[in-house]
Each structure stands twice: as structure tokens, then as C-alpha cells.
């Protein structure tokens, strides 16, 4: 007999029975789940059909639990696994993109707690039997362990009792102010943007910041990661250089390759088996098969931004990061569990069936690509909305992305996705046209054949269920979430990183290290009005672009230049837009505009004079030619505040500190200036500890810095190192894989490996 504990979380009111050399089961009471005993151990009976079935048997394997379970499963049960849920924020917003509603009231009014379900949230796991979530901002590490145990709970009690697989885009970023870090709310271990942990070129590090993000999104109820982002970022205008690990392909595929494991990887008395286990997050690598080469910079978020071009015949290379790095694995998880196809056209990289068709619709890139010649079968989900209808307004964020096959319903939309390999819809809730789809492929291909391939989705998708232990316990103790998420080592370790990550650039006469309780002038920065990523208004600000608190503990900060011993400026890589301009369309003009790395106004003289790609319908555009258009970003002030402060600091130490989320052209400042530190998103402390030697820079340049827009325009969207690079006045060539450190110029075995000969 098994002797056994059994352990009562009253507040959420689960219940936990610990078995004698096998898991932990964790059920809730109000789920309706019981427990079986047999052969001396305890199974959770989900079904409630009084008998242990394979799937409930923890001593199988991922793959036999998931065959039996899949082959129990009604065809609506199997599309509601094959939906991903659109972004859920905990507590629900009241308006905007994460809204929510609780017994249709705003969460304001409503009067529930912030980890209480939605009606949105009841009615995609009840109705539409949906079973993977994105979640966006939480509250706090015991909000999200609490709604994570009322979505278990919810979801042990309704059908087969299949556990939700909650996900997350990254989260972990020190600067909230990016697009991509909307998930970067409550108390977690701050790092630098993925270019910045590219910049410290050890693949040892981004597997260390795999395992330390596992364990805190595991303590957060977050099983799939959607991450890492492995595209190599070919265009250096393109708006998600950052989340990238640069241009290279061959660091690209060293880093994917060890944040993969950082994240899959489970061992000791954490592994359940095949190197899965309690420590582990599916990893969902994006975006196959690459979508950094968009043409001229634009992204396919954007009607306007559909295309990748392959200029330079160099898509090949795009893969490599998949290919040898995230499929290649060096632990026993083999490969990353998921990948997600961009939006993008691949244009003419279809040498099978010839179609100009989002990456995921396409048969050629997902079964033949990716499925048999790369040997491929994990899970392969579509990025967000793209069976929707695209929007009326080209630029929309937040619209429908069907690029190529618009012309097809959102059904067919589907039938085609699942014919080309899909398993998963990204940002689907409904059921509904999966169901519709099923039946247009039992009309072409009978009952059968349409049962077994839907067969094929459900069982790797269960896999990644079963092999974290999901099933036997997808509840969370609140006392360990909030011991968990954001230790003090864990946010050491972070921090650690954001030092290694910075780059400097320039450090004329050895001005840095700079003494501590020096007198120091920093202005302030003007933003303008604008508009964010998802076209919300900004107000215009006038502000220190820096914590003062921070800075008082490393320096005496003064208004007054005359007091000051140096100037230190701080600045952001230039936004001019992604590419498109209402105004240019009021004009006459065909809405496309140049994407610009320089601060100045920028007339696109050298841009081509047809494009590579465009789309023929009427009421689109087929050549979206920008050439000798101007843009001027909006924060060109930046280039104001530099040159104002040289000038008024009369021949002291300028320094400047800058933001990078793209390479930048410096020209414009670099000879004025002293000294310059890049960084890829730190915590103000970080920069100040470098400024005072507390750290020496180590970081390296994960990509080319161009010396001019010129050659911005003249090189290849699909080619990386093929730019002019900038060389300042100490004669430094700002090229991929270059930083300083005290001494001058790094080389190490960092540069010995990666630097490029030329």
C-alpha cells in the first residue's frame, strides 16, 4: 500500500496527494476530479468514468498518453486544442485591446478579484473547449498564481479535465517602454532586450537567462514560451531588430540554440522524463522561416509591410538559426516544442507550387520545408489573426494579417492553414470555423483521412501538455510564486547580464571611468505627441530621460552647465515610422515612405526606383517606391540635445548614452562627442556602474553600424554585413562584433569566433 500525504490548499481549495516514487497529484475539490488507486499508486481520474485510462496512466510516455487521449476526443474538443487564445491581461482591462468583462461589468465595477475569470475567458474554455492562453500584463506574482489555479480548476472540470497551457511573449525586459514587452508587468528579473543579450556574444549566458525565466514563469503558471525570436535581422530598419539576436546567422543559431535549452531542460528530481519536466516552458521559436528581410525595413504586422524580398538569393541563411540551432538541440529535448511561421510573403520562394502566400498558408515552406526535409514535428502555430479579414486602413496593428489569400473566407482560411501543416491559430478564441473547416476536408478527402489529420495536431499538441506534469498538477502554491518570481539572485544574475551587455563605442583620451561625485549636467528631453505601436495617442513630454535619484548616487547633478565637469546625454535610436504616411496618400503620393536610422530630415535619393514586391489588386499598391520622398523622425530633438550640449559645455567631456533598438547612424554626432555607450534596454544603474568603473564594458555589436543612409538604401534586405560601416575620429570601424573595453579595442575568443573578415 502506498502510504500518502494529502495536503489541502484551502484558499483555492486544491488538493494535493503525494505519491511514493511518482508525482504529486493536485486536483481541485470543486473540479468534480477524484482519485483512483491501483497497483499501490494514485491517478486522477479526469474523465470521471471510474477507471484509470491511458492518458490518465503517468507511468506512459507524452506520446502514447496523447494518442489515447486524442483518440478519445470529439472533433470540437480537438479544435478548441488547436486554438491560442488572444492576449489575456489579469484583471481584464475595461477598454482597449485586453478588455474584459466580469458578469458584464468592467473589472472596476464588477467587485471580483483580480484573479477571477472573465466571461470571455468561461466562455473560450467552456464553449470552444480553447486550452492555450497568451497572457499579457498581471498584477502581481500571486494574482497570476491564483488565476492560473481558477483557470485550472475551470478547465479539470470541463470535458476530458485537459489542463490550459498558458504562454507568454518575453517579459523580462528592463525597458517597459518597448512594443514588444507588454507582458512586462509584476515583480520578475529584469535583462536586457534579446540584442542585448546577443551583445554579450555567450551563448552560456542566454542559456543561464533560459533557465532562470523557466522557474519563473513555471511559479507564474506560464507553460510556453513564445520566444525566442531567431530571425536574423538582415534589414537594419526593420521595427523588431531588437527582439532579435542580431544580423548574424551563426550567432543567431549559437544563442537560439542555448536559450532553447535554458527553457526546455529539466533535470535532477525536476525531470520526469526525456529531459521534460518541472522546470521546463515549451519554447515556440518565431518566425519560420524568417522574417527579417521585409522590404525596406517594413513589417508584416502592416498590409503595407507583407512582403520579405530575397534580393541577394540569400534565403537559405535565414534558416540556419532553426535549423542548426533551435531544431538542434545538444540536450535530450532534441528540439524546440513549437515554432510560429511570420506573417510575411516569402516572395518567390515557393519553387513547388509557385504561391505568394503568407509563410503559413504555404504548403511548400511548412510540409515540405520544414515538415520532411527538416525533419520537423513539433507544434507549428500561425502568428496572430491571420484568418481574419484584413482591415480597411493598410496601416492597422491590430487587424486581420491574411496576406495573399484574401480572397478566401476565413473558413477556407483555415482549411488551407491545416492542409499546409498547421496545427494552431494564434489569437483565435472560436471554434467555430475550424468545425467548417473540418467538413471542407471531408468533402474533398472523406471522414477518415480529415479525423486522422486533425488526430495529428491534437497529439503534438497534448505532448507539450503532458510533458511538463501539467496533467498530474497544474496548480500553483501562492507562498512559493511569490518566493519564486524576482529573487534576489535571480535579479542579481539579471542585472549581472545588463552589464555585460553594454557596448562602448567610443571613449576618446580614456575619459572613462569617470570619479564618482563629479559634477554632472544632464538635460532634459522633449518627446512630441505621437502615437504608440497600437495607434494610441501619446502626449508630448518634457523630462530628465533618466532616474536624477539614481544618477545623485553616482554623481552631484546640476542644472547649470558652467558647475558641470561633463555632459551627459541620453538618446534613443531615430523613429521615423514603419514605412507608410497617410499624408503622403492625401497627397497624391502612393503612402510609402522611407524608414530613416539618421536624426536629420532624410530624402530618399538612393532608394529603388520600383519596388521588388506589391500587390496588383485594385485599391492596393503594386510599386511602393518611396524614392525622393523625405521623412524627419520624431525625435529629432535627440540630435538637438547633443549638439546643444556640446556647445553650451564649451569644450568639457560630452557623453552620450544611447538607446539602441536598430543600428543608428551617428555620423551626425559622433565627431562632437567623446565618449559613447550603446545599450539594448538596462536599468539606469547599469550605465551609471560602467560611467564609474564599477563594471568594464564588455559587450560587442551584434550588428553593423552604417555610416550613412546611402548605403541603409543600397544594401540587401536579405544579406547581413553588407553595409559601409561608420569609423569615428580614434579611427574605430563600428562593424558587427565591435566593442572597447579600458584597454581599446576587445578581441577575444568572442571575436576570434565571430568577427568577420574582410
Same mark, same amino acid.
Given at each position: ?162 489542463? /490550459?497551457?498558458?504562454?507568454?511573449? $518575453?517579459?523580462? %525586459? !528592463?525597458?517597459? +517602454? ?7 508587468? @509584476? &515583480? ?94 515549451? /519554447?515556440?521559436?518565431?518566425?519560420? $522561416?524568417?522574417? %527579417? !528581410?521585409?522590404? +525596406? ?7 503595407? @509591410? &507583407? ?452
Amino acid at each position: 500500500m502506498n502510504d500518502h500525504k494529502t495536503l489541502i490548499n484551502t484558499e483555492d481549495q486544491i488538493k494535493y496527494i503525494e505519491n511514493n516514487d511518482g508525482p504529486t497529484l493536485g486536483y481541485s475539490e470543486t473540479s468534480g476530479v477524484t482519485i483512483i488507486q491501483k497497483d499501490g499508486y494514485f491517478f486522477k481520474d479526469l474523465n470521471k468514468d471510474g477507471k484509470i485510462d491511458k492518458y490518465e496512466d503517468w507511468r506512459l510516455t507524452p506520446e502514447e498518453r496523447a494518442k489515447d487521449l486524442a483518440s478519445k476526443m470529439t472533433i470540437e474538443q480537438i479544435a478548441g486544442l488547436m486554438l491560442y487564445s488572444r492576449h489575456q491581461a489579469v484583471p481584464a482591462g475595461s477598454k482597449g485591446w485586453f478588455a474584459g468583462t466580469y458578469g458584464g461589468k468592467p473589472y472596476e465595477e464588477s467587485g471580483v478579484k483580480p484573479w477571477d475569470l472573465t466571461d470571455e475567458q468561461i466562455e473560450f474554455l467552456s464553449k470552444d473547449n480553447l486550452r492555450h492562453i497568451l497572457v499579457t500584463t498581471i498584477e502581481n506574482p500571486e494574482t497570476a498564481a491564483r488565476w492560473n489555479n481558477n483557470i485550472q480548476a475551470f478547465a479539470e472540470g470541463t470535458g476530458l479535465g485537459i489542463p /490550459a497551457n498558458n504562454s507568454s511573449d $518575453p517579459r523580462h %525586459g !528592463s525597458d517597459s +517602454s518597448t512594443e514588444f514587452n507588454a507582458g512586462a508587468g @509584476g &515583480k520578475i528579473s529584469m535583462w536586457p532586450e534579446p540584442l542585448g543579450l546577443a551583445a554579450t556574444f555567450s551563448p552560456e549566458i542566454a542559456e543561464k537567462f533560459g533557465e532562470i525565466a523557466s522557474k519563473e514563469y513555471r511559479a507564474l503558471g506560464i507553460t510556453t514560451a513564445l520566444s525566442p525570436q531567431i530571425d536574423i535581422a538582415t534589414d537594419p530598419r526593420w521595427f523588431r531588430f531588437n527582439g532579435t539576436f542580431g544580423e548574424d546567422s551563426q550567432l543567431s543559431a549559437d544563442m537560439a540554440r542555448a536559450y532553447v535549452v535554458g527553457f526546455q531542460d529539466s533535470s535532477g528530481d525536476k525531470e520526469i522524463a526525456e529531459g521534460w519536466g518541472y522546470d521546463s516552458v515549451n /519554447a515556440m521559436v518565431k518566425h519560420w $522561416p524568417g522574417g %527579417g !528581410s521585409g522590404e +525596406s525595413g517594413r513589417d508584416a504586422h502592416y498590409g503595407y @509591410g &507583407k512582403y520579405a524580398v530575397y534580393p541577394g538569393g540569400n534565403f537559405a541563411e535565414h534558416l540556419i538559426p532553426f535549423t542548426e540551432g533551435a531544431f538542434n538541440l545538444p540536450g535530450k529535448t532534441k528540439m524546440a516544442s513549437a515554432v510560429m511561421p511570420y506573417y510575411t510573403i516569402s516572395v518567390d520562394q515557393d519553387p513547388v507550387n509557385g504561391e505568394n502566400i503568407g509563410n503559413s498558408y504555404n504548403s511548400y515552406l511548412i510540409n515540405k520545408l520544414l515538415r520532411n526535409r527538416y525533419g520537423y514535428d513539433g507544434v507549428v502555430c500561425t502568428d496572430w489573426i491571420i484568418t481574419a479579414d484584413e482591415p480597411e486602413n493598410i496601416d492597422t496593428f491590430v487587424g486581420g494579417k491574411p496576406w495573399g489569400v484574401e480572397e478566401l473566407s476565413v473558413s477556407e482560411r483555415h482549411y488551407k492553414l491545416i492542409m499546409a501543416g498547421v496545427d494552431q491559430f494564434g489569437g483565435n478564441n472560436e471554434a467555430g470555423p475550424i468545425l467548417e473547416a473540418y467538413q471542407m476536408g471531408v468533402a474533398e478527402h472523406g471522414e477518415a483521412f480529415m479525423r486522422q489529420r486533425f488526430e495529428e495536431s491534437a497529439v503534438r499538441l497534448l505532448k507539450n501538455i503532458f510533458r511538463l506534469g501539467l496533467f498530474e498538477n497544474p496548480y500553483l502554491k501562492v507562498e512559493k510564486t511569490v518566493q519564486e518570481v524576482g529573487k534576489p539572485e535571480y535579479m542579481q544574475e539579471g542585472y549581472d547580464v545588463q552589464l555585460k551587455s553594454i557596448v562602448m563605442l567610443k571613449n576618446k583620451n580614456q575619459i572613462l571611468p569617470l570619479s564618482k561625485g563629479k559634477a554632472v549636467y544632464i538635460p532634459k528631453r522633449f518627446t512630441p505627441a505621437g502615437k504608440d505601436w497600437f495607434g494610441n495617442p501619446t502626449s508630448e513630454k518634457y523630462e530628465y530621460p533618466v532616474s536624477v535619484e539614481v544618477a545623485k548616487k553616482y554623481f552631484k547633478v546640476t542644472d547649470n552647465p558652467d558647475e558641470a565637469d561633463f555632459g551627459l546625454v541620453f538618446i534613443s535610436t531615430p523613429k521615423s515610422g514603419t514605412g507608410y504616411s497617410h499624408e503622403d496618400v492625401k497627397e497624391g503620393g502612393n503612402g510609402y515612405v522611407p524608414i530613416s536610422l539618421q536624426y536629420k530630415s532624410y530624402t530618399a535619393n538612393f532608394a529603388r526606383e520600383k519596388s521588388l514586391a506589391g500587390d496588383a489588386r485594385p485599391g492596393d499598391v503594386l510599386n511602393r517606391s518611396y524614392k525622393g520622398k523625405t521623412v524627419v523622425p520624431s525625435n529629432t530633438t535627440d540630435l538637438d540635445m547633443v549638439l546643444d550640449t556640446v556647445e553650451i559645455m564649451k569644450g568639457k567631456p560630452v557623453v552620450v548614452s544611447i538607446l539602441l533598438s536598430n543600428p543608428t547612424v551617428v555620423e551626425e554626432f559622433e565627431g562632437n562627442v567623446d565618449v559613447i555607450l550603446a545599450n539594448f534596454g538596462v536599468q539606469d544603474q547599469a550605465i551609471f556602474e560602467i560611467l564609474t568603473g564599477g563594471a568594464e564594458p564588455s559587450g560587442l555589436l551584434p550588428m553593423q553600424m552604417p555610416a550613412n543612409m546611402k548605403t541603409v538604401e543600397e544594401q540587401l534586405e536579405d544579406v547581413a554585413h553588407d553595409m559601409e560601416c561608420h569609423v569615428d575620429t580614434e579611427g574605430n570601424e563600428y562593424d558587427f562584433a565591435f566593442g572597447l573595453n579600458w584597454s581599446g579595442k576587445i578581441q577575444d575568443e568572442r571575436t576570434e569566433k565571430y568577427q568577420k573578415n574582410k
